[in-house]
């Protein structure tokens, strides 16, 4: 199982160095993750990762590990070499085969590319959070993603076509 964090804020936010490689590191940083950030998507990855790992154990499988990679927070080319080192790291530490993608959205499997030209992607698995939405709840979430078109720089520069 492999988790991206292309802009890097579990790193950042955590004062952390990626890559990350087992289950009990990686649940510890996901733990402290969720702590900080409890509405950030990234640790919801770094769980779903976890109890994919378990799932392949639990079923026999064959041996798996988990690990996280992460890039920096202006994403892009620089982050994209920075995924791609930490990837070299990370495969150095065992045998590994292939990959499984565990991501929070798009912007992180931009770089399945990148991860491809290193080893077999065998699969994608997009973590999206289940939640009872209700109107008051959509429109604060609308709000919030409108708030972050104008005021993120990263998303600033799309918003601005719009």
Known sequence: MLCVDRDNDVGVKLGVRTAVVGERELLEIATRYATL?????????MFAAIKAL???REEGLGDAEVALVAGTP?????ADMKILKELKEVL???EYDSAVLVSDGPTDEQVLPLLQSLIPVISVKR????QSRGIEESFVLFLRYLRMLVEDERYRR????L
Do not use: C, F, K, M
């Open 37 to 45: 950030e409890p509405e950030d998507s990234d640790s919801n990855a």
């Open 54 to 56: 378990r799932d392949i």
């Open 74 to 78: 202006r994403e892009g080319l620089e």
């Open 92 to 94: 150095s530490t065992g």
């Open 127 to 130: 973590v999206i959070v289940q």
């Open 158 to 161: 799309y918003s601005l076509g």
